[in-house]
């Protein structure tokens, strides 16, 4: 009988970036890496369904703002709704540890979500970890989450978040109801639930708070 214990599977990863260079970067890292091999790249979301059809990964490397196509969060949120033995996890890798950011990744159904900055060999790991299902946080992102658990202060909900995000963008109440496809009661609706959690009671103030706690990024 062999000795030891059975080698691990092989962990097919499919990369979603839109900067050639990372996916370049990534492909070299992960496909010298034993037990590892990438099926494929793409710059964005778009046709993500399909990709994964062609590809069979057992995991996406997702990229959660991408300039063009369909972005990560959404391309996480049609992943995660494919059937069972067609879908793959999805590990979220990118530079944003907003509260926006990280509920927004983790809502759309996110096994894990690290950020750019995270050393080779923790990256390796938490694509096994995360191929085999398990919940895989960076460190800053897993203290975010724990902190708004215990946090006594209400927490924002992830509508509120985006709201607060085209707020900050400059964005009137009938701008931000066309953005997200309701109507400006609905929009009035949220601001007095996010001016009230913020403890503020205008549009000036709640961005000022949001920045400086960092629940959203800053426009550029």
Do not use: C, F, W
């Not at 990709?51 to 992943?79: F, K, N, S, W, Y």
């Not at 907003?98 to 060999?121: F, H, N, V």
């Not at 299902?133 to 992102?141: D, F, H, K, N, Q």
Request: glycine letters at 10%; charged letters at 25%; a negative charge.
């Amino acid at each position: 009988m062999p000795d030891g214990p059975a080698p691990e599977p092989v962990v097919r990863v499919l990369i979603v970036d839109d900067h050639p260079v990372v996916r370049a970067g990534l492909r070299a890292m992960l496909d010298a890496t034993p037990g590892i091999t990438v099926v494929g790249d793409a710059p964005n979301g778009n046709g993500i369904a399909d990709l994964v059809a062609e590809t069979g990964p057992d995991l996406v490397l997702m990229d959660l703002r991408m300039g063009d196509g369909v972005d990560g969060v959404e391309a996480t949120r049609i992943v995660t709704a494919l059937p069972d033995g067609g879908r793959p996890a999805v590990l979220v890798l990118t530079v944003y540890d907003t509260d926006q950011d990280i509920l927004r990744a983790i809502e759309a159904g996110a096994t894990g979500y690290l950020l750019k900055d995270t050393p080779a060999e923790v990256l390796i790991d938490a694509v096994h970890r995360a191929a085999r299902g398990e919940t895989v946080l960076a460190g800053p992102v897993a203290s975010r989450l724990t902190q708004r658990v215990r946090s006594p202060e209400p927490s924002l909900t992830g509508r509120e978040l985006e709201i607060l995000s085209h707020l900050i963008a400059g964005r009137t109440n009938r701008e931000i109801a066309r953005q997200l496809h309701i109507s400006e009661a609905t929009v009035k609706s949220h601001l007095a639930h996010i001016y009230t959690k913020l403890g503020v009671d205008n549009r000036a103030a709640a961005t000022s708070a949001a920045l400086r706690r960092g629940l959203v990024a800053d426009q550029p």
